[in-house]
Every structure is written in C-alpha cells, then in structure tokens.
Nanobody, 118 residues
Framework: QAWFEESGGGLVQPGGSRRLSCTSS????????MAWYRQAPGNERELPAN???????RYADSIKGRFTIYKDNAKNTVYLQMENLNSADAAAYYC????????????WGQGPLGTVSS
C-alpha cells in the first residue's frame, strides 16, 4: 500500500496554473511536517515548499510568490497551488515527509507536470 497519493499533474501553457493534491490513509498530516518535492530530468531534487503540523509554510526562493502550500486537516490533504508556471517548473512532483525518506515516496496519480507553449 502506498504511503502517499498525488494528483493534479498534467500539461500547462507557460503562465498557467495547476493545483496538486496529496492525501494519505496511513499518515496524519496534522501531526507532521509535509513537503512537496520535484525533480526534472538531469536536475537535482528540489523542495519547492513544505508546511508544518501547525500550518506554517516555507518556500524555496525560486517559487516564492508563485506557489502556495496549504492543507485541509479534515480531509487529510495537502495542496500545492502553482501560478505563473514556466518551463523551469516542469518536473515530477511528489509529496513526502520533510525528511524525504525514499521508502515513503510514491508516483504521480496523473503524471508529472509539464509545460507547453501552445
């Protein structure tokens, strides 16, 4: 059984927006820090944003002001709202504990995020 399930990925034109969702039937998000990670082909793994158990968000400089991380504890879901996307944001996104232990990683529910010009 997967630890986390992501959804919301797909193709978007530059300047567009997407919302990613992460949920879990095994982890209670109100009791831990959750993070969104991304990795593009040939690039290092990055942490665009995370959020603490008491709803304190943190952002990487590269996306600050464009992304918003938030969660709904009643639904046990953490979201990443992404605005003004560009080609540099194209990557495989996944959620995990802030420690990013490999054993908890999962694949996309709908595939990675990509950008197109038309």
């Amino acid at each position: 059984q997967a630890w986390f399930e992501e959804s919301g990925g797909g193709l978007v034109q530059p300047g567009g927006s997407r919302r990613l969702s992460c949920t879990s039937s095994r982890v209670t998000f109100s009791r831990t820090t959750m993070a969104w990670y991304r990795q593009a082909p040939g690039n290092e793994r990055e942490l665009p944003a995370n959020i603490t158990d008491d709803d304190r968000p943190r952002y990487a400089d590269s996306i600050k002001g464009r992304f918003t991380i938030y969660k709904d504890n009643a639904k046990n879901t953490v979201y990443l709202q992404m605005e003004n996307l560009n080609s540099a944001d194209a990557a495989a996104y996944y959620c995990n504990y802030n420690s990013d232990s490999p054993r908890y990683r999962s694949n996309w529910g709908q595939g990675p995020l990509g950008t197109v010009s038309s």
